[in-house]
């Protein structure tokens, strides 16, 4: 069985920083996707970003481009969203998830195999 566990979700003031981690309990994840997304109160789970596991290839969605960077640590089976110039509309619970076979690139929200169970982010106007 593996694991994704999210941490360093918070309260932070608009324009500040937050960075989330998703530790993996599963050593190899070889040709994975880690991909992070949110979900708002009333609204759907929306896709944030995503990772090869290799570090290859980056993938964000328009609203956060600039704003967030994805990235890996392989070696602690970690991978991070890097989060800066934080607004309102970010506010919202983050999940980290891993997709082993898919057939999308980046994967869609139904191909990830994996979940963890999200870290809250709140951002104060």
């Known amino acids: 069985q593996v694991q994704l566990v999210e941490s360093g979700g918070g309260l932070v003031q608009a324009g500040g920083s937050l960075r989330l981690s998703c530790a993996a309990s599963?050593?190899?994840?070889?040709?994975?996707?880690i991909g992070w997304f949110r979900q708002a109160p009333g609204k759907e789970r929306e896709f944030v970003a995503a990772i090869r596991w290799s570090g290859s290839s980056t993938y964000y969605t328009g609203s956060v481009k600039g704003r967030f960077t994805i990235s890996g640590d392989n070696a602690k089976n970690t991978m991070y969203l890097q989060m800066s110039s934080l607004k309102p509309e970010d506010t919202a619970v983050y999940y980290c998830?891993?997709?082993?076979?898919?057939?999308?690139?980046?994967?869609?929200?139904?191909?990830?195999?994996?979940w963890g169970q999200g870290t809250q982010v709140t951002v104060s106007s």
């Open positions: 998830a891993a997709a082993g076979s898919y057939d999308h690139t980046p994967p869609l929200l139904g191909e990830y195999d994996y």
């Open positions: 599963r050593r190899t994840f070889r040709n994975y996707v």
